[in-house]
């Protein structure tokens, strides 16, 4: 994708629905994407025509309800938490778009791949430190030409600026995030870009 496209990242409408999810999962403390990390996610969707996605670690569903309402995708979301994949599978009950949005309750690392089918895009946004597993458990589900959305790349700041951590484990995680930006660019079976929208996100397409 071009970088003139990030000029024009307005894909999502202003939603009622959406922005009540959004206020929810900071009142609950859920990380979701950030609006113009999801605009971007959207546009790419759209362009690629995407008819399909799998997103890892759906949360309370709200990227999965949005990709479902401005794309033309469906979505097959996997979330390892009990409490928010029944919020998720409630929220896509009252929008309408249980038949387009199915929320698998399980850990993403223990789903068998190869009952899912194939997907246009993949999308990851669940547990950091866990990414390059991600990638490589559902990279034969993706098509060829398809893509890889990996979001939280720069984890609000720290990756590029890791003398500003505290934390111990915050450090070992950004020293994760790292390796897996590091494991990206060197994937021979993918070509990767790295685009500094929302909290740094990553499209890697399959060759």
Known sequence: MDEHYLEHLNETPE???????????AELKVPLIQKDGLDFLILLLKLS??????????????AAIAIAKFTEASVVGIEIDDRLANIAQENCREIGLSER?????DD???????????????????AKSQYIHYFVQYADC?????????DNLLFRGHVEAPETII??????L??????????????????????????????????
Request: glycine share 10%; hydrophobic share 40%; net charge positive.
């Open 174 to 207: 950004v020293g994760k995030i790292k390796n897996y930006n590091t494991w990206l660019k060197e994937n021979p079976g993918f070509y990767t870009r790295f685009y500094e929208v929302g909290d740094g996100i990553a499209v890697s397409v399959k060759l």
């Open 15 to 25: 939603d009622s629905f959406l922005e009540s999810l959004r206020v929810y999962g």
């Open 108 to 126: 993403a690392l223990k789903v068998d791949p190869k009952t899912l089918g194939a997907f246009d895009a993949i999308f990851i946004d669940a």
């Open 142 to 150: 993706l098509k060829t030409g398809g893509f890889f959305v990996s």
């Open 49 to 62: 025509r995407a008819k399909r996605v799998l997103e890892i670690g759906s949360a309370i569903g709200y």
């Open 167 to 172: 934390s111990r484990n915050r450090r070992q």
């Open 101 to 105: 949005v199915q929320i698998i309750h």
